[in-house]
Each structure stands twice: as C-alpha cells, then as structure tokens.
C-alpha cells in the first residue's frame, strides 16, 4: 500500500477521522493501489454501498480521492473508477492549521476588546452593551450578571497562537 507512512501518523488518522467520521473511517483508513469502484470498496470493506460514497465524496471534495467516469456501452450505466490522492495530506493540513491561526487571532482580538458579563445561575455569557440592555439582569433566569475576567482565556489563546505561528514558521503579525 503506498500510504501506509502517511495511515501510521496519529495526526493524519485523526484528520481523516474528522473528514470522514467513524462510518467513513474504513474507507479512509484502507486505500488500495490503483483505481477502485465503489462498489468494490463497499464488497471489500463490507460496508454500505451509501458510506462508502459518502465517504469518498467527502475525500474528493477535499482533493484527497479523484475519479474517472466510464460508460458502459451496452447498458449506458456509469461507473466511477476512483483513486486515493493521499499525497495532499500535509498540505491539507497546513492549510487547516492556518485557518485554525486566522480563527484563533481573531477570537483572541475579540475576547481582548471586548468586557463581558456572565450569570451565576445558567453560566450565559453577555458582552456589556447586551449586559446593559437587560439591566445588568440574566434574560433567562433573572439572575445578576458579574462582570467576567476573561484573562486566563485570553492567555491560553496567546500560547496556542504562539505554539502555532512556530510550527507554521509565521512571524508575529504587527499591530
């Protein structure tokens, strides 16, 4: 199996895993050489035919399996001849690890600029200007809001910021 390096990476397994999901996991986990149907995944695999095309739909739409259409000239049936393109997969998911970035400077920059409230009863989180509205009042259960300390929050976001920007060998954006 030519992806058998790449299958043994915990990182990688958990990456299809999430694409993919537990019922989708066996096709993802067992690429075979070459071109394959679906048809004969599902038989090999002995899992429903809708899994197995579920799961490689999922794989192509993320430029990790591609097919090839045939006609069948008697029947005019179509069939799908499909190959696993696991060569993809690191840069896969340095692009996640950068959108993973994005999302966490842009979370942090909102936890930094905003002051938020919480209720005591229902654990509901308000920033202020909402906090203000219901009069400082939880809309739900009426109990009083307390303004949170969102620093420890806050710092944990730094340190996977910063954990990431080395991994992805990115500079500190300036501000």
């Known amino acids: ?5 790449l299958l043994n990476d915990p990182v990688i397994q958990k990456y299809l895993h999430e694409l993919v999901g537990p019922t ?10 070459g071109e394959v149907t679906d048809e004969e995944l ?16 999922i794989l192509y739409e ?4 591609s097919y090839r259409r045939l006609r069948d000239e008697d029947s005019g049936w179509l069939t799908y001849l499909w190959t696993f393109q696991y060569e993809n997969i690191p840069e896969q998911l340095e692009e996640e690890m950068h959108r993973l970035l994005e999302a966490l400077e842009n979370r ?5 600029e905003n002051e938020f ?6 654990q509901l989180r ?4 909402e906090a203000m509205e219901f009069g400082f009042e939880c809309p739900e259960c009426g ?3 307390e303004s949170m300390e969102n620093d420890r929050l806050v710092n944990a976001m730094e340190q996977h910021i910063e954990a990431l920007r080395d991994e992805l060998h990115v500079e500190t954006a300036e501000a």
């Open 117 to 122: 409230y919480l209720c005591g009863e229902c």
């Open 1 to 5: 199996m030519a992806f058998e390096d």
């Open 126 to 129: 308000f920033e202020f200007d």
């Open 62 to 65: 993320n430029d990790l399996a």
């Open 108 to 112: 942090r920059q909102y936890e930094s």
């Open 24 to 33: 989708g996991m066996p096709v993802a986990a067992a690429p075979p050489d």
């Open 42 to 57: 599902a038989e090999e695999l002995g899992l429903e035919l809708n899994d197995v095309r579920r799961a490689l739909f």
């Open 143 to 145: 109990g009083r809001l």
